[in-house]
Nanobody, 130 residues
Framework: QIQLVESGGGLVQAGGSLRLSCAAS????????ADWFRQAPGKEREFVAA????????AYADSLKDRFTISRDNAKNTVYLQMNSLKPEDTAVYYC???????????????????????WGQGTQVTVSS
């Protein structure tokens, strides 16, 4: 069992930046692809970004790829999400998730099926004020 703990959320003004972290409890996390999702009040959980186990490949939601960057440091068992030029519509709880997959989908449509993920974090709140 791997525990995932997100951090780095908070309140930021529109146009600002935040970097979220997802720390895993075991080194085996380095063999898992990792994704970020978000869920706004009253809306379904949506895919944000993903990174392969070795950080060679990434995938992004089309609407976010110009502002968000996913990365990972396997030596620290941590995945990051750098969010720039934040907008009020980015307000949501952000979740980290992990899964083991033989082939990493490099398109957003290959991500997002919540049931396919092995582990989830508890989420971190991001609030962007206008």
């Amino acid at each position: 069992q791997i525990q995932l703990v997100e951090s780095g959320g908070g309140l930021v003004q529109a146009g600002g930046s935040l970097r979220l972290s997802c720390a895993a409890s075991k080194r085996t996390f380095s063999t898992y692809a990792a994704d970020w999702f978000r869920q706004a009040p009253g809306k379904e959980r949506e895919f944000v970004a993903a990174i392969s186990w070795n950080a060679v490949d990434t995938a992004y939601a089309d609407s976010l790829k110009d502002r968000f960057t996913i990365s990972r440091d396997n030596a620290k068992n941590t995945v990051y999400l750098q969010m720039n030029s934040l907008k009020p519509e980015d307000t949501a709880v952000y979740y980290c998730a992990a899964r083991r997959i033989p082939v990493f989908p490099t398109v957003a449509s290959g991500h997002g099926a919540v049931s396919e993920y092995d582990y989830w974090g508890q989420g971190t709140q991001v609030t962007v004020s206008s």
